[in-house]
């Protein structure tokens, strides 16, 4: 992920740059922000964080950027620390966003060197406030929340002067009632019914395969669904029109990690249901992101996960996302058996990239193909292996010729992928493929058409 690779690279860089741009105020809307960002390389870049504090409803009014390798006790050096307090102070802005993660310890120190009731936001406590602001349903809101408290509750645990007696027992108490309030939300998560889970289960008992797709955002998991789903209609996980960095877009893009689509598709002739889950967000911690994967416990559920990965990406950052997914599965419960990798985006790779890429991921995760969504390369070879780890069965069964036997034949047009239909004179004799319970099913309706002997 780029924050290691940054910390990688500072131990070559070691020098301080510093820059400063005053943002001409668009609207007067908003609680005043100061951005600061650190990074090992220039430019630091600071489009992205600043569209998120807008997105949490902040006024950007100044940025402060520094090229220097992260210091342990308050991310920026000291020096860099005083002049930011003295820029809160001269600009009268209430709140801090740094593009980064802070430890506790950090953040106590830092909060120790700015003018007080300076609000310290680092990135993830931003994402997680946009998510609080647009949890829509219960189960967002409580998941929101239980994610605020584990960000919270380390924090909290370090806060407090340990020596003033007081304020230790006083902390205690705090600790305490935010690891109750944890236990609390975790089974009043787990209680809650989950319409989406209900419904796939119920479509399951209907014979369609499940397959879900997962992996992090912008991987290419929406294109993909898009191109295997039956009906290509518009729906909520299209792109923003306008997509190019608006605080749309990020709204967006941050909003949708919370919901899924479901679409109906037909792998090589099967009913198959799949479902488009979270994408991982880049630079969020594992935890926070199992917070909100509703629907990847919902994965363990599912006969498949097709875990997509940007091959474009450069291999020790897809190495990294490779190994934080499949580690995010297995937390879920999802076995190793069951995941499909496809590794997307070949398109913009040369031959030689594209083997460096399949040969790192194959190293991590089980059955990697290399695919390019948008050109459709390798598409079948997807699909087909999808297909090989499907739950099946083959069953040949024969019918008297008439009405009802054309019901049952469509019929199982429609559940499971048929590989012949022959008609005699007197009787059908139908050949298919697909869940046991199927062709369980399937042999029950047999029996009420009345079985023709197929000799
Ligand atoms: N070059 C190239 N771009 C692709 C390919 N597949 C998808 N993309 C692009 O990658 C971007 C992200 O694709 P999405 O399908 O939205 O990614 P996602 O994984 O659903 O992302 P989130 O919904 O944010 O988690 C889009 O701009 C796609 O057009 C591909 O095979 N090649
Ligand atoms: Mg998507």
Same mark, same amino acid.
Request: proline share 10%; glycine share 4%.
């Given at each position: 992920m780029s924050r290691q690779t940054d910390q990688q690279s500072a131990q070559t860089t070691e020098h301080d740059a510093t820059t400063t741009k005053r943002e001409p105020s668009? =609207?007067?809307?908003g609680i005043p922000a100061i951005i600061a960002k650190r990074s090992s &390389?220039? /430019? @630091? &870049?600071?489009e992205e964080i600043r569209a998120l504090a807008s997105a949490a409803g902040y006024r950007v009014i100044d940025e402060v950027t520094q090229v220097r390798r992260e210091d /342990? $006790? #308050? *991310?920026?050096g000291s020096g860099k620390v005083d002049s930011l307090s003295d820029r809160i102070e001269a600009t009268d802005a209430s709140v801090l966003v740094i593009d980064g993660g802070l430890t506790p310890s950090q953040t106590t120190n830092l909060r120790d060197c700015l003018p007080d009731e300076t609000e310290i936001f680092d990135r993830y406590r931003l994402v997680l406030s946009i998510f609080a602001a647009q949890a829509g349903t219960r189960r967002a809101q409580l998941q929101v929340e239980l994610a605020q408290l584990k960000y919270a509750l380390p924090r909290i645990e370090t806060e407090?002067? /340990? !020596?003033a007696m007081n304020i230790a027992l006083e902390k205690g108490t705090r600790v305490k009632g935010v690891r109750d309030r944890i236990a609390e939300l975790e089974s009043k998560l787990a209680d809650l019914p989950n319409p989406a889970a209900q419904y796939r289960s119920r479509r399951r008992e209907q014979g369609f395969d499940l397959v879900t797709v997962a992996g992090? #955002?912008?991987? $290419?998991k929406s294109t993909l669904l898009h191109r295997l789903a039956d009906d290509l209609s518009l729906d909520?996980?299209?792109? *923003? /029109?306008?997509?190019?960095?608006s605080v749309a877009a990020v709204e967006d893009r941050l909003f949708k990690t919370l919901q899924t689509t479901t679409r109906r598709a037909t792998l090589e002739g099967r009913p198959v249901l799949a479902t488009d889950t979270v994408g991982? @967000?880049?630079? %969020?911690?594992h935890w926070l992101v199992e917070s909100f994967s509703t629907t990847i416990s919902e994965a363990a559920a599912a006969d498949i996960v097709v875990l997509v990965a940007d091959a474009s990406d450069d291999v020790e950052t897809l190495r990294e996302k490779i190994r934080v997914s499949l580690s995010v599965f297995d937390a879920q419960g999802v &076995? =190793? !058996?069951?995941v499909v990798t496809a590794l997307n985006k =070949?398109?913009? %790779?040369?031959d030689a990239e594209c083997e460096s890429r399949v040969a790192a991921a194959e190293s991590l995760a089980p059955r990697v193909v290399p695919v390019s969504v948008v050109e459709e390369t390798n598409l079948e070879t997807l699909v087909e292996v999808v297909c090989d780890r499907l739950p099946t069965a083959t069953e040949t069964v024969s019918m008297s010729t008439g009405d009802e036997a054309m019901s049952v034949v469509s019929w199982a047009y429609d559940h499971a992928r048929v590989e012949s239909v022959e008609y005699g004179a007197e009787t059908v004799t139908l050949t298919l493929q697909g869940r046991p319970e199927i062709l369980e099913r399937m042999r029950g309706k047999v029996e009420s058409v009345g079985e023709s002997d197929p000799g």
């Open positions: 668009r =609207t007067d809307d &390389e220039t /430019p @630091v &870049e600071t /342990p $006790g #308050t *991310h920026f407090s002067d /340990p !020596q992090y #955002t912008n991987a $290419g909520s996980t299209e792109r *923003h /029109p306008d997509e190019a960095n991982f @967000v880049d630079d %969020l911690p &076995e =190793t !058996q069951n =070949t398109d913009l %790779l040369t």
